[in-house]
């Protein structure tokens, strides 16, 4: 399926001048950065309510989960898309048996698929579905990040709670405290993870020895995805259609808006070796990658 033709890139935002929120972990920073978005492709507006994109760069293909709102909750309608790195759709329903995909982590020739109340392990080469692990409690399971070790860690949006899951065994490795936060998205680091929530709009990290908490920074809007860009700075997503960048120092950026044209920016991935930014619209139906520029 050939994706929709891009005839003229647009160039889609900002410069630091425009930025709003402040970096709280590093506080006012006179550095400035200049950093805009390029969008390269949309795809054709087959995918159906697209929550979350993974890259998978060893194997060429990025994963997409679809929620599939248009169908009944819980009727196992859900379903992963593949799409190559060229915008064109590989393989419409390459899973499926789904009830609600959110995000996905990888690790080995696994992939782990948030579902509600389960992680789902799927083979990658086979596409099958080899393993599913309850989460009690009503979760509403959301974000996946995988470990070095394996270990998968998805957000509970409903319970303010990380979990870990590994061989099988589900534990509770962090719990917030404030109450109603809805955590959302993951990003673990090898001496932190890293979480943005959707109704505190609160991007922070949580140490793994001590557990503290560290606010990197706020009013991320409808917090949804993280992604690295591999110098120390970070992109998020507002889900409601807004696209942030946060330096290390310095204010936090507003690369894109779209919520006047309501256009969502879901569960973001990130291929640093390309600067390449992938965005699934979610009711648009369609997955956009941006080349992010940085001056």
């Avoid at 006012?28 to 795809?43: G, R, S």
């Avoid at 329903?93 to 609600?100: A, D, R």
């Avoid at 995805?225 to 591999?230: E, N, Q, T, Y």
Wanted: hydrophobic share 35%; charged share 25%; with cysteine.
């Amino acid at each position: 399926m050939k994706h929709l033709a891009i005839c003229i890139a647009a160039i889609i935002l900002v410069s630091c001048g425009s930025s709003q929120n402040k970096n709280k972990a590093q506080g006012n920073d006179e550095t400035k950065i200049n950093v805009k978005l390029e969008m390269l492709w949309e795809t054709a507006p087959l995918l159906r309510t697209p929550e979350s994109v993974l890259a998978d760069k060893s194997r060429g293909v990025l994963y997409v989960s679809n929620m599939n709102r248009d169908a009944e909750v819980n009727s196992a309608s859900g379903y992963i898309s593949k799409v190559g790195m060229d915008g064109n759709i590989v393989e419409l329903k390459w899973v499926e048996g789904l009830n609600g995909p959110k995000g996905m982590g990888l690790f080995g020739n696994n992939l782990f698929v948030s579902d509600f109340d389960e992680i789902v392990k799927i083979d990658i080469e086979s596409g099958k579905i080899v393993e599913r692990t309850k989460i009690e409690g009503n979760p509403n399971l959301n974000d996946v990040t995988v470990g070095s070790d394996g270990s998968v860690y998805v957000t509970g949006y409903d319970t303010d709670i990380i979990y870990r899951v590994k061989d099988g065994v589900v534990e509770s490795v962090f719990t917030g405290t404030q109450g109603g936060e809805n955590f959302n998205g993951l990003l673990w680091e090898k001496d932190r993870i890293l979480l943005i929530t959707s109704s505190s709009s609160i991007f922070k990290s949580i140490d793994w020895d001590t557990f503290k908490v560290t606010v990197l920074a706020e009013e991320m809007g409808h917090g949804d995805g993280i992604a690295s860009v591999g110098n120390g700075d970070y992109i998020t997503s507002d889900w409601r259609g807004r696209i942030f960048y946060i330096p290390s120092k310095g204010e936090t950026i507003t690369l894109l808006d779209t919520r006047e044209q309501e256009i969502n920016t879901a569960d973001i991935d990130y291929i640093i070796e390309s600067n390449t930014l992938f965005v699934p619209t979610f009711y648009k139906n369609t997955l956009r990658a941006y080349k992010v520029i940085i001056e």
